[in-house]
């Protein structure tokens, strides 16, 4: 008995050692600010500061969760769907997941419908959605090969891959429940901030964005980008380390919440822009209220070279093409 | 309590705890580590680092006793320092040693006091151009460019890419002093004006879509005659005569096929507040570019990525008749680089006149741009033929393998997480054979000959293999686990099982001691 308890008291503190050095280790993968700042030139000289120009635009909308009760992660979603496409990105050029088992759900009391609002003025569900990745496709191994077109040409279609290139500007949005650093998907596993960093390394390295636009409105939500060291990336979350997003009302006839705090006021603001909107991204970013939200969104701009007053709304929302008219040639 | 073991009992255990140790040893650990280690194939990262050097060397084509093009830049006023001009020079030849042609010209800034050399027709572009502001050059600065061909005639690829920069940047552009040195240092108007061709020249398919607005007076005698079956079999015919057009011109000797359909669709216009209705009203190039959104028709980015490599590259050519109420504006067409082209008609629908507008846009968006020669009495546009562009299109490939294999690379090595198949590394080796064939064959002496079809198609597959490797589906970066949760897994699955080994050999250990005392 006495060899077994000092046996176990070994193995214990083994556990301790690797415990720390393990602790220690992860420590060391944060990049200082030096640091980054380093890395940041070296991307953009070993690209010789050529990332292209802003021609197309495109978007990624994910909702993580699933079940009933998350019916306002769905609700996020379409809005933003319903926006960029009102501000002219086509469905050609918009990725949307989401485990869509709300609309149809015996629960629902307006069957086929989503809204966002307990007015029920907007069926986010109707009219012409096409929705990319449903249900269990909904992964985070899906999400990952998207962003880095990791996919079998062979099997899968266009409308389901994201044909970025250098020119494009991206908006990802994600939305479910967060934690610190990391996202859940559909409760069955979880994509860390540093998968996504890497993700975003990847599409770098690969030409496959010129700007992107990540905004995400999970708890801890600003976790989330921490980790990024890519350049061109402006991030949005919605609440700091150790807090919590809300849902901003439910609707007591569809007995759920419908649409989060950081969502709705996004799209409080983002109704005001048209196509040919001046508003820029500082103007949204100073239209977060932390006592309307009910927590402090963050931003992150150290990796974006551009000042917010100059980017406009549409650089990321809408959508752009470069067009050459043609003259008249001799020849 | 229990007596004393037994000398078999004794023997027994020691067997167990020795055959649990074997078990966990010989097979477990490696079975183990087998199982959790990344498999990540060696690349020949110094390989990729010697076509790198190799391409900023030139590929072997820059020959000095080349034909040089001397160009005079008037300006009025001297305006910079030298300093700032030596800084402005500097500038514009690393632009110029970065460009993807580079290996085709040179652009050297010299002073005007050095005109020991011929002239050449560019002169009178120079001269007969706007004056450059004069917070650009100084006033005794010239620009050489250099030709590495063997041809006596300057070549006709660096006019245009001259003509191009020049043009764009420094003598139609006015910029403040202060931006001076950015405005010069933006090669995106080169590089995106190269990238409009389709780099990889393999195979292009072009869709001609006939888009037909139906409003409220959809009995006018346009729309009629447009939605009559005549007219469309007739915009058929129209569009196949192109695509026999452009497969039988020189564009052949770029392209490995070029395929083709037709389309008709309709746009229907509910109210006088419709998108159509705006963009008649402005026509501006932002307002234009609206109509491709309501259109939602397919558009497939075309430049460095290719997204599925057994697909052609689509080139979507449009024809739309807008609504003929109140059109008044005559015909106009624009391109979109990469996408394809417009053509909205006029107040009477020509066909023969927009087959002839889509034949200039595949041109346009195939090859780089037209570049203007002034021979003193008139300036004329004038496009790269199917070898020179072949030429260009060749160097944009093995820049892309290059830069591709590069980016690999870098990935392979930052993140060590990160699987690497067996397959990547075979298609890399594939990439780097293709791209020594295709600089094998450039540095040949008929290389403007038929045999740039050979340097574009050995050009073409480096990239495409390059593309391939870094885009392998399997190469897939490990999930991050974090430490914390690797131990709540490995700490109850060998727990029970390495706590019991390590007190049963520590004890077979004990007993071996006190056997030897």
């Not at chain 1, 970013?285 to 931003?299: N, Q, R």
């Not at chain 2, 004794?10 to 020795?18: A, E, G, I, Q, T």
Request: glycine share 4%.
């Amino acid at each position: 008995m006495n060899e077994l308890l000092k046996v176990l008291s070994l193995a214990f503190a083994a556990c301790l050692a690797l415990s720390s050095v393990g602790v220690h280790a992860q420590q060391q993968m944060v990049l200082d600010n030096v640091t980054l700042n380093q890395f940041l030139s070296d991307q953009l000289a070993a690209r010789e500061g050529a990332t292209g120009n802003h021609a197309n635009n495109w978007a990624v909308l994910v909702s993580t969760s699933r079940f009933w009760f998350n019916y306002r992660h769905l609700a996020n979603v379409l809005s933003m769907y319903r926006t960029v496409k009102r501000l002219g990105i086509p469905d050609s050029q918009i990725i949307l997941m989401l485990a869509d088992d709300v609309a149809c759900n015996p629960r629902n009391a307006f069957p086929g419908t989503v809204y966002n609002n307990a007015d029920r003025a907007l069926d986010l569900y109707s009219n012409n959605i096409e929705v990319d990745y449903r249900g269990y496709e909904v992964t985070v191994d899906t999400l990952l090969r998207v962003l880095t077109d990791k996919v079998d040409p062979t099997t899968t279609p266009r409308s389901k891959r994201l044909l970025t290139d250098e020119n494009s500007n991206i908006f990802i949005y994600l939305t479910g429940h967060g934690g610190n650093e990391f996202l859940k998907f559909q409760d069955a596993e979880e994509v860390s901030a540093f998968d996504l960093a890497d993700a975003f390394a990847q599409m770098w390295e690969t030409k496959r964005y010129h700007e992107i636009l990540f905004m995400i409105d999970t708890c801890q939500a600003n976790t989330m980008y921490s980790k990024f060291y890519s350049p061109n990336v402006l991030a949005v979350g919605s609440s700091e380390l150790d807090e919590s997003s809300y849902s901003h009302h439910a609707d007591s006839d569809v007995g759920v919440a419908v649409i989060d705090r950081f969502t709705y006021y996004n799209l409080e603001f983002l109704e005001r822009v048209d196509k040919g909107s001046e508003l820029t991204m500082k103007d949204l970013i100073e239209s977060y209220d932390p006592v309307k939200i009910h927590s402090h969104a963050g931003v992150r701009t150290d990796l974006y070279k551009r000042n917010l007053s100059e980017v406009r709304i549409t650089d990321f929302f809408g959508n752009v093409q470069a067009v050459e008219i043609d003259e008249d040639d001799d020849d | 309590m229990l007596g004393p073991e037994s000398a078999e009992a004794l023997v027994l255990r020691r067997k167990v705890v020795l055959s649990f140790w074997a078990v966990f040893v010989i097979l477990g650990l490696p079975l183990w580590i087998h199982t959790t280690t990344i498999h990540r194939a060696p690349l020949p990262l110094s390989a990729v680092k010697v076509l790198d050097d190799e391409l900023k060397d030139g590929l072997g084509l820059h020959r000095d006793d080349g034909p040089r093009l001397r160009v005079s830049i008037e300006v009025k006023e001297s305006c910079l320092v030298r300093t700032t001009t030596d800084e402005i020079r500097q500038e514009l030849e690393r632009l110029v040693r970065s460009d993807v042609a580079s290996p085709l010209f040179r652009l050297e800034l010299v002073h005007r006091q050095e005109s020991s050399l011929p002239r050449y027709g560019l002169d009178c572009i120079a001269s007969n151009s706007t004056p450059l502001p004069k917070t650009t050059m100084s006033d005794g600065d010239e620009i050489t460019v250099y030709i590495p061909t063997n041809n006596s005639s300057p070549g006709i690829i660096a006019t245009g890419l001259y003509d191009a920069f020049m043009a764009d940047y420094l003598f139609f552009n006015k910029h403040d002093l202060g931006s001076n040195i950015q405005a010069v240092s933006d090669t995106t108007g080169i590089v995106s004006t190269m990238h409009r061709g389709a780099t990889y020249a393999d195979a292009i398919h072009l869709s001609f879509t006939l888009l037909i607005a139906l409003d409220s007076s959809s009995t006018s005698t346009r729309t009629v005659e447009a939605l009559s079956p005549t007219f469309q079999s007739e915009w058929r015919a129209h569009a196949e005569n192109v695509w026999n057009t452009l497969r039988s011109s020189e564009l052949s000797r770029y392209l490995t096929s070029v395929t083709f359909d037709t389309d008709v669709g309709f746009q229907y216009i509910t109210d006088g507040n419709s998108e159509w209705a705006r963009v008649e009203q402005d026509a501006s190039p932002d307002r234009l570019s609206i109509l491709l959104d309501t259109w939602d028709l397919q558009p497939v980015t075309l430049l460095t990525t290719t997204p599925n490599s057994s697909a052609p590259k689509v080139l979507q050519f449009v024809y739309f008749l807008p609504p003929e109420s109140g059109n008044t504006k005559p015909s106009f067409s624009f391109t979109i680089a990469n996408w394809g082209g417009v053509v909205i008609a006029g107040e009477s629908p020509d066909l023969v006149a927009a087959m002839r507008t889509f034949k200039k846009q595949v041109y346009k968006l195939m090859s780089p741009v037209a570049f203007t020669v002034n021979d003193g009495t008139k300036s004329r546009k004038v496009r790269p033929r199917a070898h020179e562009f072949a030429r260009i299109a060749t160097i944009m490939n093995l820049q892309g393998t290059v830069e591709t294999l590069s980016a690999l690379s870098r990935l392979v090595t930052s993140l060590q997480e990160m699987a690497v198949p067996s397959k990547v590394r075979e298609l890399v080796d594939n990439a780097i054979t293709e791209w020594h064939a295709a600089v094998t064959n450039i540095q040949q002496p008929d290389i403007d000959t038929l045999s740039e079809n050979r340097v574009l198609r050995h050009a073409a597959a480096a990239a495409h293999y390059a593309r391939q490797a870094i885009f392998d589906k399997d190469m897939m970066l490990n999930m991050f686990v974090p430490f914390e949760h690797k131990i709540a897994v490995y700490l109850p699955l060998l727990g029970p099982v390495i706590v019991p080994l390590i007190a049963g050999l520590r004890r077979i250990i004990i007993e071996a001691r006190r056997k030897e005392k």
